[in-house]
């Protein structure tokens, strides 16, 4: 029998302009549900937002929400040096395996420009040796910068792969969390 996926009631999406573009974020009543990479233009962003609910829980709905008003006030805020408020956002956790809410409790609490290995993560999530694991929850993410999957590293300190980006957005993304810790 296959486990039927989770799917919040109800979903509401909300554009962002950042330096970087134009993104959408997505939230249930219980917290932030998706984040997008910024698009060249408000254009690109929707279309993205289209296919990425083609075949996905709902349509969302464009009324203003509390989660995403925080949410976006805390993507602004990461771009001007404070990337702290990320973690402060509350994310919808119900479509997440055990694995992934361990996995992604444990990067979250990861400080802004700091770095822990993947098996560092595997082996404080309870599971030595799982560091392919964590691998595959971070490949999984749903929310980058929410949940700082850029912050976690080969054992040898190596950046590896990045979703879209790869190993140059995240280094980008942790020299901009450097930069701004002084």
Not at 75 to 91: I, K, R, S
Not at 109 to 119: D, H, L, Q, V
Not at 139 to 163: E, K, M, Q, S, T
Request: glycine letters at 14%; aromatic letters at 12%.
């Amino acid at each position: 029998m296959s486990r039927r996926p989770f799917t919040p009631e109800r979903l509401n999406a909300r554009y962002v302009f950042t330096p970087w573009g134009w993104g959408w974020l997505l939230a249930s009543p219980r917290g932030l549900w998706a984040f997008s990479w910024p698009w060249g233009s408000r254009e690109e962003a929707a279309a993205g937002l289209e296919r990425a609910l083609k075949n996905g829980p709902c349509s969302p709905g464009f009324e203003k929400n509390r989660i995403l008003e925080q949410a976006a006030e805390a993507l602004l805020a990461f771009f001007q040096g404070f990337p702290q408020q990320l973690q402060e956002v509350p994310l919808d956790a119900g479509r997440f395996t055990p694995w992934q809410r361990r996995v992604y409790g444990i990067v979250r609490a990861i400080p802004p420009g700091e770095t822990r290995s993947y098996g560092r993560v595997a082996e404080e999530c309870g599971k030595p040796g799982g560091a392919r694991a964590v691998g595959q929850a971070l490949a999984a993410n749903p929310l980058p910068l929410f949940i700082p999957c850029h912050r976690v590293v080969y054992g040898d300190g190596r950046l590896g792969g990045y979703g879209c980006g790869g190993p140059d957005l995240k280094e980008c993304l942790l020299s901009l969390e450097r930069r701004e810790r002084g």
